[in-house]
């Protein structure tokens, strides 16, 4: 299990296999200069509607020991997702 922590006041355990592809796709749309939304559940807040955009604090921590493989066609889907009018709904796709 891993740990997205934003803004350092929101945190959401996410497994590490999710942690690995959605960590590709933020990478990837930040870099492109791409803010975007991702909606997350989360165990006592609700739904988390979160704007990622390069400015944005943001920390990924892994507990696996190895990493995970990826996924390449949940990648692109997830890619896709972002770039929609919802922005990327953790639970959606993955």
């Given amino acids: 299990m891993g740990r997205l922590i934003y803004q350092e006041r929101h945190v959401l355990d996410i497994e590490d296999r999710l942690l690995s592809h959605l960590r590709v796709v933020i990478m990837n749309k930040l870099r492109r200069q791409e803010p975007f939304m ?33 996924d390449n066609s949940l990648v692109e889907q997830m890619m896709q997702d972002a770039s929609g009018p919802n922005g990327l709904v953790l639970g959606s796709t993955t």
Avoid: D, I, N
């Fill in 38 to 70: 991702l909606m997350a559940p989360h165990p006592e807040q609700g739904t988390l509607s979160l704007w990622l955009h390069p400015a944005t604090p943001l920390v990924m921590q892994f507990y696996g020991s190895r990493p995970p493989k990826l």
